[in-house]
């Protein structure tokens, strides 16, 4: 039936391999975790990242086992769903994994396991949903609820590279998401800039759309550069003087009439230029190449132009002004003409940015500043991960509290729920209760605190008292316990959500695969054929519960090189 030489990997030997796999790459990012959490440096090629992201990371780590390929996916749905939290649900992940290890060494069937985690799951999301408090009845007086999410983001960046300069980020985000429509929250209109150079307390905020300059001809220097309530005019038109497409053939038989075909070319594009004057615009914009024709003609005219503006600037634009990208310079309806209520051209450190404000549509900017490129880089991705928790606390309206409040929580109730239950069942929800435990059993390892001591008198905390200790976590900066809600410590509750859902669904389905199917001599045909390359394992699950492929191979690749940032092993 298979081919000689075909490897087969089953039963428990394949299922402790698949779990080792993933423990692996929960140990590259355990020490990430919490404000007191280590970068990494990843190199690759002639590009170094410098971050501390749990689903960057991963996405940058070229990982080839296909078990342990699940952490970075359900990395990546958190950063997608919720955009904070990717570091949490995989070490939960490889937590509930590495507890499964003595269940499956004893002989436990994994379709034990898997129920179990699935039901504790559940229990967990429902407590959660419970002891979840709402942000509008927190908030005193008119700006209580912009405390309130100025304190989430700050949460999230606090873990991050700029967590000495949240009170001043913290702002901007609920800035920049208080200016998009509050019906749809979309981030794709809050525009993100980088400009190297300054001091990072040098980024700020735009009330519109900024974008950099795009390259200019001759004659744009002639063009104004500062223009109150400009009418806007956005194409999607080539202003350009161009030689005809390929195939094109004009056949003459008098000479004389060359330069007529030669004066049709110079009087298209005049045409599209008159059509644009004819219009009151004063600022054009299009997708496609102005050319220096034309610059020099707006120039002429008192009017600003600009050519190859990206998609998502002339997008943002569009929104911002009400102005409608046209395809044709024939018949430009008024309604399709936008206007903004102040238009400049200012420099920012070595770039020259173009600054529409003072618009009528709902959107925003935010211009990023540092001394590396390295350091913006990370700066774009904390602001980003906060971004989206301010989002998904203003969609959800619930917040709970973070150091590890929350997961000790659910540990206490999961222990209480399993007491009640018999069979092989308690003991593997109780083991999903002291998985959850994890996170505050890191954090306390990140800061250099006693996680034993730690622990043992949040448990202490916890049982003793339901109601008074419900919130408590760890203290990193004084290396003890602390109400954490009371100390502004505050995460979406859709943050805890989908990280208890999405663990427990990635262990069960690490834990279903039973059997893996591997021929070496296949993968070295294709890469021989192909010159190369990584060559992934081909895997397929025989028996068991249906297609849950799982190769067995850890390694290869392009040889990304992982070190320790600031301090660390």
Not at 16 to 34: F, H
Not at 52 to 75: E, F, M, Q, R, Y
Not at 523 to 530: C, D, I, P, R, S
Request: aromatic share 6%; with cysteine; proline share 2%.
């Amino acid at each position: 039936m298979l081919r000689e030489g075909t490897d087969q990997s089953q039963g428990i030997g394949q299922l402790i391999s698949n779990i080792n796999a993933c423990q692996a790459v929960g140990d590259v990012i355990r020490t990430t975790l919490g404000p007191r959490g280590m970068d990494k440096l990843i190199y690759e090629g002639h590009k170094a990242t410098i971050s501390n992201d749990g689903a960057s990371i991963l996405k940058l780590l070229d990982i080839v086992h296909p078990a342990a390929k699940t952490l970075v996916d359900i990395a990546r749905s958190q950063d997608a769903e919720v955009g904070d939290g990717t570091t949490s649900v995989t070490l939960i992940a490889c937590e509930l994994l590495s507890s499964s290890k003595r269940f499956i060494e004893d002989h436990v069937h994994t379709q034990h396991l898997i129920s179990g985690f699935r039901k504790a799951a559940l229990l967990a999301v429902a407590r959660i949903k419970e002891i979840q408090v709402g942000i509008d009845g927190l908030g005193e007086g008119p700006d209580g609820k912009r405390l309130l999410l100025e304190r989430v983001a700050g949460t999230a960046l606090n873990s991050k590279l700029i967590c000495g300069y949240k009170s001043f980020f913290a702002p901007m985000c609920v800035d920049a998401l208080y200016s998009l429509d509050q019906s749809t929250l979309n981030l794709k209109l809050v525009g993100i800039k980088k400009v190297t150079g300054g001091s990072v307390t040098d980024s700020f905020l735009v009330q519109g759309v900024a974008f950099k300059k795009t390259f200019s001809y001759a004659g744009f220097e002639q063009q104004p550069k500062y223009l109150e309530n400009p009418k806007v005019l956005l194409l999607n038109v080539e202003l350009e003087l161009k030689s005809e497409k390929e195939n094109a053939e004009v056949r003459i038989e008098d000479p004389a009439l060359y330069q007529s075909i030669v004066d049709a070319e110079w009087k298209i594009i005049y045409d599209k230029l008159d059509q644009c004057v004819a219009t009151g615009a004063q600022v054009v914009l299009s997708k496609l190449p102005i050319g220096d024709l034309a610059t020099q003609y707006f120039a002429d005219r008192n009017m600003f132009c600009a050519g190859r503006v990206q998609d998502d600037d002339l997008n943002r634009v569009s929104i911002a002004t009400g102005a409608l990208v046209q395809t044709s310079t024939n018949s430009i309806p008024e309604n399709a003409i936008g206007q903004c209520g102040l238009f400049e051209e200012n420099q920012i450190g070595g770039e020259r940015y173009n600054f529409f404000t003072k618009c009528s549509g709902k959107t925003s900017t935010i211009l990023i500043r540092g001394g590396s490129e390295q350091f913006v880089e990370e700066s774009h991705r904390s602001l980003w991960d906060a971004l989206m928790v301010v989002k998904r606390s203003i969609e959800s309206s619930f917040v709970v509290a973070g150091g590890g409040a929350v997961e000790m929580e659910l540990s206490r109730y999961l222990r209480s729920i399993a007491l009640t239950i018999e069979g092989k069942e308690q003991l593997v929800i109780l083991a999903f209760a002291k998985s959850l435990e994890i996170i505050p059993r890191q954090l306390c390892d990140n800061a250099g605190i006693d996680s034993t001591d730690i622990l043992n008198q949040l448990r202490q905390k916890h049982s003793q008292d339901p109601v008074g200790g419900l919130w408590f976590g760890v203290d990193v900066n004084n290396g003890a316990i602390c109400d954490t809600f009371k100390a502004h410590v505050w995460e979406p509750a859709s943050n805890k959500l989908n990280s208890i859902a999405a663990a427990a669904e990635a262990a069960c389905l690490v834990l279903s695969v039973d059997e893996t199917v591997r021929n070496p001599q296949s993968e070295q045909a294709k890469t021989a054929k192909g010159g190369g390359g990584r060559g992934a394992p081909m895997s397929a699950a025989m028996g068991g519960q249906g297609l849950r492929g799982m190769g067995a191979g850890m390694g290869g690749g392009r040889g990304v090189r992982m070190m320790q940032g600031r301090g660390g092993k």
